[in-house]
């Protein structure tokens, strides 16, 4: 056999292998982002552009693990089906390394399915059903932002201290809502058991009667409020109780609505003295915050929502994680995610390993409307560390892997 012959095939196979490797297997990590923008601009606008900020300075710095980072976003119409079709698509067609995104609980959910039926790894960074990290749990779905657990526990305590005994709950009827209210009533009742729940508002997303609700609150003649309602739900809701005097004399707790996607859009209907969690960036003086919201207002003319601080974590986290786990494997991707510490405009943060959980806290505080806007006072940071069940019923919860 001639020799050179052999050293010419090999070195042709050798080209032919890496003419025949994917490009983004060459240079590029793909990243399949999936959302309901459509259906929730005013969260996930300002979301996508916390993930372009995010792409943008982890490119700058040279990539991870010598490769960049590319997003490729795509809208579920705020739909599970339409969700599960779009992740089948990013993941056979686009040939996407790892899938992130999601807004709406139900559609969370969904993806949380697809990512064990498929054995791929899926970060949920903004659905806050407990599901998704305890009875639908599963290896290869983590979770960013703190739950409707976790941020419930935060206000109850709060909620406590009123010291009121007639409270109604108003919530969106899906699983975000209907977990909010669970928790509540379960949380407060165990450190006062003589609460008393007088009236429950349960409207379709998007197609809240405010006026019909809010009378039927204001009829009830309840001590406290609990509110779950979010986005142009809420400002029907804040419009038509201000109407009927439904706030007046009367306490409201109230999850979200410091956020300001929700609470800027209330203006001058911006209520006083709700107790809310949310995210008061213009009064924030970390060092970590300020540099997150000096170059978020450099590239984009514009201040951060919340939304650009979980779609910033949520990329910067894929970052840390993939870089650790040496490659977008998703075995070493699972290894690599439980523990993880992940630094964020919030501080730093863990993805707990018994349940794929990130301790990422939030600010709970009361609104104040200070000018004809609504702003967030009286804050505080709350871990998300300290707002979790004990591991042992986080064990019964969650199934056996």
Do not use: C
């Not at 943008?56 to 599960?84: Q, W």
């Not at 301790?359 to 104040?368: D, I, L, Q």
Request: glycine letters at 8%; charged letters at 25%; a neutral charge.
């Amino acid at each position: 056999m001639n020799p050179l012959r052999h050293v010419f095939s090999a070195a042709a196979v050798a080209t032919l292998a890496t003419a025949l490797v994917p490009a983004h297997a060459q240079g590029v990590i793909k990243i399949g982002e999936i959302n309901s923008y459509k259906a929730q601009p005013a969260f996930l606008e300002p979301y996508k552009k916390g993930m372009e900020l995010a792409v943008d300075e982890i490119n700058a710095a040279g990539g991870v693990n010598g490769k960049k980072f590319e997003l490729i976003s795509r809208d579920d119409n705020a739909n599970p089906g339409d969700a599960v079709r779009v992740a089948e698509e990013l993941v056979s067609r686009e040939k996407v390394d790892v899938l992130t995104g999601a807004f709406l609980s139900n559609t969370g959910l969904a993806l949380t399915d697809f990512a064990k039926q498929k054995k791929f790894f899926y970060l949920a960074a903004e659905p806050l059903t407990d599901k998704i990290v305890w009875s639908n749990g599963n290896r290869y779905t983590y979770r960013l932002r703190p739950s409707t657990y976790m941020q419930v526990a935060m206000l109850v305590p709060e909620a406590a201290k009123l010291k009121k005994k007639r409270w109604a709950v108003v919530y969106p009827n899906y699983e975000y809502g209907q977990s909010s209210v669970a928790t509540f009533k379960q949380l407060l009742k165990a450190v006062q058991p003589d609460v008393e729940f007088v009236a429950e508002q349960a409207p379709p997303l998007g197609k809240v009667d405010a006026g019909s609700v809010a009378q039927a609150l204001a009829d009830a003649k309840p001590d406290a409020i609990f509110n779950v309602l979010f986005g142009a739900d809420l400002s029907k809701f804040v419009r038509e109780g201000n109407t009927r005097g439904l706030f007046k004399g009367r306490e409201v707790v109230s999850v979200l609505t410091g956020e300001p996607e929700y609470l800027d859009p209330l203006k001058d209907e911006a209520p006083n003295g709700w107790i809310v969690t949310g995210y008061p960036w213009d009064s924030l003086k970390t060092a970590e915050h300020k540099a997150f919201a000096d170059a978020y207002q450099a590239k984009f003319k514009d201040y951060p929502r919340l939304g650009s601080v979980v779609g910033y974590s949520a990329i910067h986290s894929l970052a840390v994680g993939i870089k650790k786990a040496g490659s977008t494997d998703t075995e070493k991707l699972i290894a690599a995610f439980k523990g993880l510490q992940v630094d964020s405009p919030f501080g730093k943060f863990m993805y707990r390993p018994q349940d794929n959980q990130s301790t990422m806290g939030a600010y709970v505080g009361k609104t104040k409307n200070e000018g004809g806007k609504g702003v967030m006072v009286d804050y505080v940071y709350l871990d998300g560390a300290k707002f979790q069940p004990s591991d042992e019923e986080v064990k019964k919860m969650r199934p056996a892997e």
